[in-house]
């Protein structure tokens, strides 16, 4: 998986395959997986983030529990 921060609502339908992804823009990272990633950097809707520590996801899982 890997972690990126979308600035623009992102929609792509994986090819050959019935799974697609709808993802709203956040200012934290948000984790997906690597070809979903690729293809929001290539369509210019997301910025590439490093994958956040072990205190940081936990930081991320308690706000999204709010």
């Known amino acids: 998986m890997a972690w ?7 929609r792509w339908d994986r090819p050959k ?10 200012a934290e990272p948000q984790c997906y997986p690597r070809d979903v990633i ?3 950097i290539a369509a210019g809707k997301a910025a ?4 956040p520590t072990a205190t ?3 930081t991320l899982k308690a706000r999204r529990a709010i």
Do not use: L, T, Y
């Open 17 to 26: 395959s019935a799974v697609s992804f709808w993802i709203k823009p956040k």
């Open 56 to 58: 940081q996801k936990r």
């Open 4 to 10: 990126a921060v979308f600035h623009d609502e992102f």
């Open 48 to 51: 590439e983030h490093g994958s």
């Open 38 to 40: 690729d293809a929001a």
